[in-house]
């Protein structure tokens, strides 16, 4: 079928409606696995070590396990969801964890609230490395990145207005009930996932045999013009592979210590109400969506990748420095800093995933995006147990704060001058733009 049959055929309708469909869809489950992993900072700044009578350093290990468990299951999960179902596998994660996030407003055992927070993790580990495959079925390479864009959007989106409601949520109700509505809407949301999203064109019914025949052929071409590499293993120990690791381990130790505790370090050091504590929070991720959205867009525009990516990571350094030097003379000042950290910190996710598949054949791109993002789940735990623990012993964020700035640093040197990603070559795309690729051994 050519362009001409194609267009006449309807399916240029039906190829449409996978963003009306299936990107909403992937959106908000991205979402509410991020709310009802972040809002445990809101927890611990409410007073949940009063309430379970623990103590500041058993907070910051609880907020902490669910990394723990979100590192241990990305690469089985991806193998899983590449060997069986993936759409499936998310649907029964969503049930899990939405039940796993509820009971951590009902525990009230400080070593079953531990087990409860790392199989939390476990649950969610399934998702994000479950997800990137799933577009991979979908969407053609000319369209991935604005789709792994959505994806990602759902972070920093969701940090934002959960910042916002759950300091109100917590004022009327307790912390131990929010924890519970906002665990719900995940069960909920997992029959209408189960209901809209299927793992290929072909199985579902909203899309147009046209449409479906139409991308299903042009998925296959583009695998058959791809090199292939000899088992997950090889690829694993690339040099590029194991530096993109290095930059999203560092990066993650500085991005979720901000993240968990920055509802408890604004609180501290503004000595303001839980509700004003929420909206203060939303703050830096409100700046942190606009960024994503303009670095993204200035990354494909450019068709450079590495470029955009390491200034942020020493930037965002530079600026927890900054409220790090203030924060013992201006709340205020200290505060503007952690807003141009917090949006420097995600500006870059989105030329970062798009350099993995742009190094490695797309036979090997989810088990690689799995490795990289268990690294991050291996930093998130450190940074948000270490900088937990650093806020619990010294009675300040100061501490804290200089572990995320060197983290932050590492992940831009790393990223600057790592092995496989220096250069200055750059991604180009062919005559009719639909297969990128790489002038030059670097991104």
Same mark, same amino acid.
Do not use: C
């Given at each position: 079928?050519?362009?001409?049959?194609?267009? &006449?055929?309807?399916?240029?309708?039906?190829?449409?409606?996978?963003?009306?469909?299936?990107?909403?869809?992937? =959106?908000?489950?991205?979402?509410?696995?991020?709310?009802?992993?972040?809002?445990?900072?809101?927890?611990? &700044?409410?007073?949940?070590?009063?309430?379970?009578?623990?103590?500041?350093?058993?907070? &910051?290990?609880?907020?902490?396990?669910?990394?723990?468990?979100?590192?241990?299951?990305?690469?089985?999960?991806?193998?899983?969801?590449?060997?069986?179902?993936?759409?499936?596998?998310? $649907?029964?994660?969503?049930?899990?964890?939405?039940?796993?996030?509820?009971?951590?407003?009902?525990?009230?055992? $400080?070593?079953?609230?531990?087990?409860?927070?790392?199989?939390?993790?476990?649950? #969610?580990? /399934?998702?994000?490395?479950?997800?990137?495959?799933?577009?991979?079925?979908?969407?053609?390479?000319? #369209?991935?990145?604005?789709?792994?864009?959505?994806?990602?959007?759902?972070?920093?989106?969701?940090?934002?207005?959960?910042?916002?409601?759950?300091?109100? /949520?917590?004022?009327?109700?307790?912390?131990?009930?929010? =924890?519970?509505?906002?665990?719900?809407?995940?069960?909920?949301?997992?029959?209408?996932?189960? &209901?809209?999203?299927?793992?290929?064109?072909?199985?579902?019914?909203?899309?147009?045999?046209?449409?479906?025949?139409?991308?299903?052929?042009? /998925?296959?071409?583009?695998?058959?013009?791809?090199?292939?590499?000899?088992?997950?293993?090889?690829?694993? +120990?690339?040099? #590029?592979?194991?530096?993109?690791?290095? +930059?999203?381990?560092?990066?993650?130790?500085?991005?979720?210590?901000?993240?968990?505790?920055?509802?408890?370090?604004?609180?501290?050091?503004?000595?303001?109400?839980?509700?004003?504590?929420?909206?203060?929070?939303?703050?830096?991720?409100?700046?942190?969506?606009?960024?994503?959205?303009? +670095?993204?867009?200035?990354?494909?525009?450019?068709?450079?990748?590495?470029?955009?990516?390491?200034?942020?990571?020493?930037?965002?350094?530079?600026?927890?420095?900054?409220?790090?030097?203030?924060?013992?003379?201006? =709340?205020?000042?200290?505060?503007?800093?952690?807003? /141009?950290?917090?949006?420097?910190?995600?500006?870059?996710?989105?030329?970062?995933?798009?350099?993995?598949?742009?190094?490695?054949?797309?036979?090997?791109?989810?088990?690689?995006?799995?490795?990289?993002?268990?690294?991050?789940?291996?930093?998130?735990?450190?940074?948000?147990?270490?900088?937990?623990?650093?806020?619990?012993?010294?009675?300040?964020?100061?501490?804290?704060?200089?572990?995320?700035?060197?983290?932050?640093?590492?992940?831009?040197?790393?990223?600057?001058?790592?092995?496989?990603?220096?250069?200055?070559?750059?991604? +180009?795309?062919?005559?009719?733009?639909?297969?990128?690729?790489?002038?030059?051994? #670097?991104?």
């Amino acid at each position: 079928m050519d362009k001409t049959e194609y267009r &006449a055929g309807g399916a240029s309708k039906g190829l449409r409606e996978r963003w009306l469909y299936l990107m909403p869809a992937v =959106f908000v489950t991205y979402s509410l696995a991020y709310l009802d992993r972040a809002n445990y900072g809101f927890g611990a &700044a409410a007073g949940l070590a009063a309430t379970l009578h623990i103590t500041s350093s058993q907070s &910051a290990l609880l907020g902490s396990l669910f990394f723990l468990g979100y590192f241990l299951f990305q690469l089985p999960a991806v193998a899983y969801a590449r060997r069986r179902n993936a759409s499936r596998l998310i $649907f029964y994660a969503l049930m899990l964890w939405g039940t796993l996030a509820a009971l951590t407003g009902v525990i009230h055992n $400080f070593w079953l609230l531990a087990v409860d927070r790392l199989l939390l993790g476990v649950a #969610e580990s /399934l998702i994000f490395p479950a997800m990137l495959l799933l577009l991979t079925r979908w969407f053609t390479r000319a #369209e991935r990145s604005r789709a792994n864009t959505i994806l990602i959007l759902g972070n920093p989106t969701t940090v934002l207005w959960m910042s916002a409601i759950t300091g109100y /949520l917590i004022h009327a109700f307790g912390w131990q009930m929010t =924890f519970v509505l906002e665990g719900v809407p995940s069960i909920v949301w997992a029959f209408i996932w189960f &209901a809209v999203v299927r793992d290929s064109p072909e199985k579902a019914k909203w899309m147009s045999p046209e449409a479906s025949a139409y991308l299903t052929g042009q /998925l296959a071409a583009e695998q058959a013009g791809l090199p292939t590499i000899e088992g997950v293993g090889k690829a694993l +120990v690339r040099p #590029e592979v194991v530096s993109l690791t290095l +930059v999203h381990f560092f990066w993650s130790v500085g991005l979720y210590g901000f993240i968990l505790w920055l509802p408890t370090i604004i609180r501290a050091g503004s000595a303001v109400g839980i509700e004003a504590t929420g909206l203060l929070s939303a703050i830096p991720y409100l700046l942190a969506v606009v960024m994503m959205l303009v +670095v993204g867009y200035l990354s494909d525009k450019t068709l450079r990748r590495r470029v955009w990516v390491w200034p942020f990571l020493i930037f965002s350094a530079v600026a927890l420095l900054g409220s790090y030097t203030f924060a013992a003379h201006s =709340f205020w000042v200290a505060y503007g800093f952690l807003i /141009l950290a917090g949006g420097s910190m995600y500006a870059s996710y989105g030329p970062f995933f798009a350099i993995i598949p742009e190094v490695v054949p797309r036979n090997v791109t989810a088990e690689v995006m799995a490795l990289v993002s268990s690294a991050s789940a291996l930093g998130a735990f450190l940074g948000a147990w270490v900088v937990g623990e650093l806020q619990a012993r010294t009675g300040n964020s100061r501490a804290g704060f200089l572990l995320m700035s060197m983290s932050l640093i590492a992940a831009g040197l790393v990223m600057l001058f790592g092995p496989g990603l220096s250069g200055s070559a750059k991604v +180009v795309d062919d005559s009719d733009g639909a297969k990128p690729e790489i002038q030059g051994n #670097e991104i």
